[in-house]
C-alpha cells in the first residue's frame, strides 16, 4: 500500500513540474503541491523516509541505489551519486523502492 502512495506522489510531482514548465495557472500548481506535501507527511508519520543518495558513493550492494546511468563529471569523484532520476524509499533498515541515480565518471582522455 504505501508503495502505491509512493508512486502516487510521484505521479503528482511530474504533474506539478509540468505545469509549471507549460505555464499552467500557479493557483492549480500551489494546490496539488499541497497535496503532495500531505501525501509527504503521511508518509512520514508511517516511518518511510526518502533516500537521497546524492554526492555519497554509489553502492550496488545497498539497498538505497539501482544505477539508471553515469556521465562524465569533472565537478564529481568518479563513481560518486551525482543525480537522482527516480526518488528511493525506505522504512527502518528495509528498502522499500531503490532509488534510480546517474553515477559520474571520469572524462574520456581526464585525469
Known amino acids: 500500500m504505501v508503495l ?13 513540474e509540468s505545469a509549471n514548465e507549460g505555464g499552467a495557472a500557479a493557483s492549480w500548481s500551489a494546490g496539488v503541491s499541497l497535496v503532495v506535501q500531505k501525501g509527504r507527511e503521511t ?3 508511517l516511518g518511510v523516509i526518502v533516500v537521497d543518495p ?10 538505497r541505489g539501482d544505477r539508471s546511468r553515469s556521465m562524465p ?3 564529481a569523484a568518479p563513481g560518486t551519486v551525482v543525480q537522482v532520476v527516480h526518488r528511493g524509499y525506505r522504512r527502518g533498515e528495509r528498502a522499500l523502492r531503490p532509488a534510480r541515480v546517474v ?9
Do not use: M, Y
Open 4 to 16: 502505491e502512495l509512493v508512486s502516487w506522489l510521484d505521479d503528482l510531482e511530474r504533474a506539478v
Open 43 to 45: 508518509l512520514e508519520r
Open 54 to 63: 546524492v554526492r555519497q558513493p554509489f553502492d550496488p550492494e545497498l539497498p
Open 73 to 75: 563529471r569533472r565537478d
Open 103 to 111: 553515477v559520474a565518471r571520469a572524462e574520456p582522455g581526464g585525469v
